[in-house]
């Protein structure tokens, strides 16, 4: 049942996104063609969630200094065998930050395909990471283990801690859909 929600969920992306649509067939192809595409030992690539996670004036992202790839990145993890994503984005925002947060919109906010190298007994891979947006009323994160540190970086500064593009995308579209 998830598995047909979230191709719909796709397919709905992709007409809002058509310059996308190469992405979007990719992710269609992994879910059609691997069962066990949300576990973390497909190494086809598998699902993550991730969560655009923005503070109560919604002006500010929080944003983890990832301990193994030492990298600026939103909150997200692995399904770990969760097919629905908006709820695996849920459930790593609060693991990794301590912040109770309530998903803004069950629209899929982003998508995007990223290589991980290879690390102890794990071969090269790509997490097809699927993004929701998130708030949270409070601001008093807790450091958990899989961060170096987390940090409130307000929107419009995001450069001062990632070039990342698909970071930088996301701001792209949280303005688009954000009144100014």
């Known amino acids: 049942m998830q598995r047909r929600k979230l191709l719909e969920a796709l397919a709905s992306y992709g007409e809002r996104y058509p310059e996308e649509y190469a992405t979007v067939e990719r992710f269609t192809a992994l879910l059609n063609g691997h069962p ?92 097809f990471d699927i993004r929701f947006t998130l708030q949270t009323e409070r601001d008093d994160f807790v450091v958990s283990a899989e961060s170096i540190d987390l940090a409130w970086v307000p929107i419009e500064q995001l450069e001062a801690y990632t070039n990342e593009e698909s970071i930088l995308r996301m701001r792209r579209k949280w303005r688009a859909q954000s009144p100014s």
């Open 36 to 127: 066990n595409c949300f576990e973390r030992d497909c190494w086809a690539g598998h699902i993550t969630g991730s969560a655009w996670l923005v503070d109560p004036t919604q002006s500010q992202l929080l944003l983890t200094h990832h301990r193994k790839l030492n990298m600026w990145l939103q909150l997200g993890g692995h399904s770990d065998g969760e097919t629905d994503t908006a709820a695996v984005a849920k459930r790593e925002a609060l693991e990794e930050s301590g912040l109770p947060v309530h998903i803004l919109s069950d629209e899929i906010f982003d998508i995007d395909i990223h290589k991980i190298p290879a690390r102890k007994d794990d071969p090269a891979h790509e997490h």
